[in-house]
């Protein structure tokens, strides 16, 4: 129960004869930290009582005598002003968070969610094409809200829906068979492939019958070829094996990889059902879906050929993903450009009459761009995420060595360092919002970003070892500990912060907005620093330095699972 909460309960049982929704409404923070820490309106409350607001504000604040967790309280007008006895905050939040590690909890986290399954889709390849920059965000935020799902008490199951078929195979089978070369395979993986793929563009240019061909060799594919379904899923490995490294990088795992060339062949069922239920309409040749009705232009279902679309493969999928899982929610993470196909077969499914197709949550987001100008995926121009994160390794190293040469695992905390800068600048604003990656701003150790939360959970650590070499016992419990000690507005600060830590959180899941941990995440290492330059802790009086190692191990512990809830670790040493 966080503070607010507990104030609203000693409120209720205080004044018996204000409803407990009035109490909730109306209590305010004040825009003046001096007036209070909480004010309560009693405007509302005149009707009621028959009685005039001022007075009652007089009688609230005479009800409020001897309880232990208000200070000062003073009746404004009709307002009652109040604060919140410091001591009892310290004990009251410390106390959360020990109450948590006794029952073996992470703090802040919660079982909201037990018994509940959300399938998350994010990263989602397409194989044998680019792992960009581009996919950094679906990747990062699938991540991110799959941690804190897991730590709202979810069940999930991560998603890799492959972007494994479709005409470009039949491209990719031609373009083996005639060029493909296996040394080059061995030794540039995916990359090659995707030269292949745009080598072969350059030949049909000159001769169109490649394209024919390669019609064909798709068309071989959806026939059962088995030469052709064995390159095929040869690509396929060869894709998945290569991206692991970056996964790897990420520490991103998934359940699943079962992608469109998994569901093409069982989008039957569903076809049938949308000509049974009189859903299918022909429009020259091919068949879609109607959707004048809601504004949107029609969903298409079956080409003329007959073969099936990414949104009849993603209707089947997610009719598997409700026969395999029953989720709670199914949420999709991709570019905002793909928002109208989602709320096109969203809409499909519900004119379908699946009760679940409002439980399925497309989550889009906006472009990244980088400095130089927009991003671009045509030839020449990518950039490998591989690539990106190794250069992100290399220049905090760069950072490192000059920072602190001595440090052990130089190599093992850089990677941790480079690669939590990228994901958490990615994560760092509504994602929504288009995104310009520029190095100074990823790397920037004193700025927002993830290197210097990083380096505040580190000197964290470091005050806390240092004061094990001393012999001083900084992992005991509260006994004893001066919560007096822990009244002034720097280490207040942090505890209301500590305190407000599973709203985030929440916030953050509601939404489907990691930035709001992320940013949670700077206030507290920000709150935390101006404590550390403010209070000292090693060199105050034993009963103090005490306290405020408590606080340090607290605020440590907090930072680490914030940093994990946006897919960063956190080194000990920087
Ligand atoms: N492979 C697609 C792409 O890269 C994303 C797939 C998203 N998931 C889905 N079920 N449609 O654009």
Same mark, same amino acid.
């Given at each position: 129960m966080n503070i607010k909460e507990n104030v609203i309960n000693e409120l209720c049982s205080r004044w018996p004869n204000i409803d407990r929704d009035v109490i909730c409404q109306s209590l305010e923070v004040p825009k003046d930290k001096n007036m209070g820490d909480y004010a309560f309106p009693c405007f509302k409350l005149a009707k009621t009582l028959h009685k005039a607001p001022n007075l009652i504000a007089a009688d609230l604040e005479k009800e409020l005598e001897g309880s232990m967790m208000f200070d000062q309280k003073q009746a404004v007008g009709p307002y009652l002003n109040f604060f919140i006895n410091k001591e009892w905050i310290a004990a009251h939040v410390l106390g959360q968070v020990q109450k948590a590690a006794e029952e073996g909890k992470p703090f802040g986290s919660s079982d909201q969610? &037990?018994?509940?399954?959300?399938?998350?889709?994010?990263?989602?390849?397409?194989? &044998?094409?680019?792992?960009?920059?581009?996919?950094?965000?679906?990747?990062?935020?699938?991540?991110?809200?799959?941690?804190?799902?897991? =730590?709202?008490?979810?069940?999930?199951?991560?998603?890799?829906?492959l972007g494994d078929w479709g005409t470009q195979f039949g491209k990719m089978i031609v373009a083996f068979r005639?060029?493909? %070369?296996?040394?080059?395979?061995?030794?540039?993986?995916?990359?090659? *492939?995707?030269?292949?793929?745009?080598?072969?563009?350059?030949e049909a240019e000159k001769d169109d019958s490649l394209n024919e061909e390669a019609r064909l060799a798709f068309k071989s594919m959806e026939e059962g070829d088995e030469e052709a379904l064995a390159l095929w899923r040869r690509f396929v490995d060869i894709s998945l094996q290569d991206v692991q490294k970056v996964y790897q990088m990420l520490d991103v795992?998934? %359940?699943s990889y079962k992608g469109e060339g998994f569901f093409w062949d069982k989008t039957q069922p569903i076809i049938d059902e949308l000509q049974e239920k009189g859903l299918l309409k022909d429009s020259q040749g091919a068949k879609i879906v109607d959707l004048s009705d809601?504004?949107?232009?029609?969903?298409?279902?079956?080409?003329? %050929?007959?073969?099936?679309?990414?949104?009849?493969?993603?209707?089947?999928?997610?009719?598997?993903?409700?026969?395999?899982?029953?989720?709670?929610?199914?949420?999709?993470i991709t570019g905002m450009e793909q928002s109208l196909h989602f709320a096109q077969w969203f809409r499909v499914m519900e004119k379908l009459g699946r009760p679940w197709a409002k439980d399925l949550v497309h989550v889009p987001y906006g472009l990244i761009s980088l400095e130089d100008g927009h991003m671009s995926t045509r030839e020449g121009k990518v950039i490998w995420l591989e690539d990106l994160l190794k250069e992100a390794v290399s220049k905090v190293k760069d950072i490192m060595m000059e920072k602190n040469p001595g440090l052990?695992?130089?190599?093992?905390?850089?990677?941790?360092?480079?690669?939590?800068?990228?994901? =958490?600048h990615d994560l760092y604003n509504s994602r929504i919002k288009e995104e310009t990656f520029s190095w100074d701003n990823v790397l920037n150790f004193?700025?927002?970003?993830?290197?210097?939360?990083?380096?505040?959970? &580190?000197?964290?650590?470091?005050? *806390?070892?240092?004061?094990?070499?001393?012999?001083?016992?900084?992992?005991?419990?509260?006994?004893?500990?001066?919560?007096?000690?822990?009244?002034?507005?720097? &280490?207040?600060?942090v505890i209301k912060l500590i305190d407000g830590f599973q709203d985030k959180v929440q916030e953050a899941l509601d939404k489907y907005e990691p930035y709001f941990v992320a940013r949670y995440a700077v206030a507290l290492a920000e709150a935390f620093n101006r404590f550390y330059h403010e209070d000292a802790i090693l060199s105050a009086d034993e009963k103090t330095r005490d306290a405020r190692l408590v606080l340090t191990r607290t605020a440590a512990g907090v930072l680490k699972e914030a940093l994990y809830l946006v897919g960063v670790s956190a080194p000990e040493k920087m």
């Open positions: 969610g &037990a018994g509940k399954t959300v399938v998350l889709d994010y990263s989602s390849i397409n194989v &044998a094409k680019p792992f960009h920059i581009g996919h950094l965000r679906t990747t990062a935020i699938g991540n991110s809200l799959t941690r804190i799902y897991n =730590f709202m008490g979810y069940h999930t199951v991560s998603m890799n829906y005639k060029w493909g %070369d296996e040394v080059e395979v061995k030794k540039s993986g995916i990359r090659y *492939l995707v030269q292949l793929y745009v080598k072969f563009h350059q795992h998934f %359940d809601d504004d949107m232009p029609p969903c298409l279902i079956l080409k003329k %050929d007959g073969s099936t679309l990414y949104a009849t493969r993603d209707l089947a999928s997610a009719q598997w993903r409700w026969d395999t899982y029953h989720f709670y929610k199914a949420v999709y052990e695992n130089m190599d093992e905390v850089s990677q941790k360092v480079g690669v939590g800068a990228v994901v =958490f004193d700025g927002e970003t993830g290197p210097y939360v990083q380096y505040t959970f &580190a000197r964290a650590m470091s005050v *806390l070892r240092k004061a094990r070499d001393q012999g001083i016992d900084v992992d005991g419990d509260l006994n004893g500990v001066a919560m007096d000690c822990l009244t002034d507005s720097y &280490a207040q600060d």
